[in-house]
């Protein structure tokens, strides 16, 4: 195949993220955006979702990477578009994905289209390793934890406290359960055990107290947790506060008849809609490639042969990497 | 698929693990082991290699664990064995893979049968994670490092050494390379200034002097490294130092344009070959599954769609893991 065209539908961080991170891809330009607003700010040319199907229908672009909200747009809209055109989605919420799938999947067939669904970190690379990391330690204990990340719901939910005028919320991996995970001790641990909920607050000194107070009572929200409340500065705040971090370890270890095997994947990454969106792009790759084969139907990250989402082909994969 | 029937070929550490960690398989069990030798310490049936192909033909087993040595064996023979049964060897000498895979690909086609070839842990799952990562952080550095392992050369040649009674020798990764790596800062770091060689030593105390220069001067093997030198008694070397801890790290650290994405994938083994089993008998189930969908060839890791190598039904998986 020479170089994929990808069309991007829908402009939020998602869809930012894969047109800044396409052009530093080799093998695949971005043919435009659909998006239901009139006017982006962006140079890639901009197309109405409505003309969605008739681009897709005239061979305009190989592939749409479907960077609208997993909340209702992607399980209400995703079926329409893959009825045109080879999609791939990011779709997260995890409950729903078999169902996401099949509906995908139904849509796929009928129109001789492919869909790859739930790509990204988690759903996604998390997903393909814990998969792979149970089917290799089939006795293991398995955990995953999240973070540090930051809590958009969390973040939120401290902005509300009155006096505060800053603040955002990371989760992290308690140190110590990451080490229990690893000895094969982490039992049932809960995500209330597992995790530290860190924030970072700007308000006037006198108020820090109260603060600190409605913070570590909140229901819901920190009570229960392990909170640390840190205040700062509004410089300090600005420079070091406004990222959008993420991250988190699959932990799998394993007993083989008196020895522990431990695998671990970790992500640690600066900025969660630029990983979201790499992951999105790979298997964008891999699913003009199944178009280009014939492939119908939908799939999950963990059905396709990974060497389908390298720009390198499998006879320099296999001489590099194996 | 009913259980599947595995025959193991060769009964050094591999094929013992293999053999013991099958027990705890559910979907698998142990056809019999295949050896030159006439008499083997094992409750399992014992065949000569001379009966394979007869046995293969006959289809009194599955699928074929090649457990022999990658030095000679698996080069010379594993083409014979794929000419009568599926087979997934750990062929691990990386340069000579894409030889092997082509000549095994060859037999298997021909005799329309199926190959997985250097399956293990590097090659292998790293081989994988290597492909994967760079295929999601395209401009990104990647970074192998091996250990906490013992290196059976380099123990060897300690015992060499005069006045020696016990010792091993255990290859590190530098904690300073890690970090530079995580960071996206370590360049072409090489071999010798990420590694750390720590060596536990068994020797009279008037000898320690002159052997700790030995080990320090000695070329090709130490000389120019990093050593650590530990004079043990012989009860701690008997109870701490006769495992077979291995491991490593593939550490890939890409930029999304002003922000640092990293993946790392750790492997920490207590007992080296039960991992290599491990991840042997995994692809095992998946080189039956390819055989019984009439796939023929040979492939590796980076080829086979991961669903494939775990017990759980795909839909089990995908509502589990996903």
């Not at 700062?232 to 600005?238: M, Q």
Request: charged share 25%.
């Amino acid at each position: 195949m020479s170089t994929i065209r990808a069309a991007i539908v829908g402009y939020g961080n998602l869809g930012k993220s894969v047109e800044k991170l396409i052009k530093s891809t080799p093998d695949m330009e971005t043919y435009g955006i659909f998006s239901r607003r009139d006017q982006l700010d962006t140079d890639t040319p901009v197309y109405s979702v409505d003309e969605f199907a008739a681009k897709a229908e005239a061979k305009e672009f190989d592939v749409a990477l479907l960077c609208t909200g997993s909340a209702t747009d992607i399980p209400e809209q995703a079926v329409e578009y893959v009825k045109h055109a080879p999609t791939v989605d990011t779709y997260d919420n995890h409950r729903d994905v078999p169902r996401h799938k099949q509906a995908m999947d139904e849509a796929a067939r009928e129109a001789g289209t492919v869909a790859i669904v739930s790509t990204g970190w988690d759903p996604g690379m998390f997903s393909l390793n814990r998969t792979m990391a149970q089917a290799i330690l089939p006795t293991a204990e398995q955990h995953t934890f999240w973070g540090p990340g930051l809590s958009q719901g969390h973040s939120d939910a401290l902005r509300r406290i009155d006096g505060v005028k800053k603040a955002v919320q990371y989760t992290l991996p308690d140190e110590a359960a990451l080490d229990k995970a690893r000895a094969q001790q982490a039992g049932d641990l809960t995500g209330k055990q597992a995790h530290v909920r860190s924030c970072y607050v700007v308000a006037d000194e006198s108020e820090h107290e109260r603060i600190e107070h409605e913070i570590r009572t909140m229901p819901d929200y920190f009570e229960g947790y392990t909170v640390e409340v840190h205040f700062i500065d509004e410089a300090t705040f600005d420079a070091e506060h406004t990222g959008m971090p993420h991250g988190g370890h699959v932990i799998t270890a394993g007993d083989t008849g008196g020895y522990t095997e431990t695998i671990e994947y970790i992500l640690k990454l600066d900025r969660n809609p630029d990983f979201t969106a790499s992951v999105q792009i790979a298997y964008a790759r891999a699913a003009a490639r199944l178009a280009e084969q014939g492939t119908t139907g939908a799939y999950t990250v963990l059905e396709v042969a990974p060497y389908l989402i390298s720009p390198t082909p499998l006879d320099e994969l296999i001489a590099r990497d194996v």
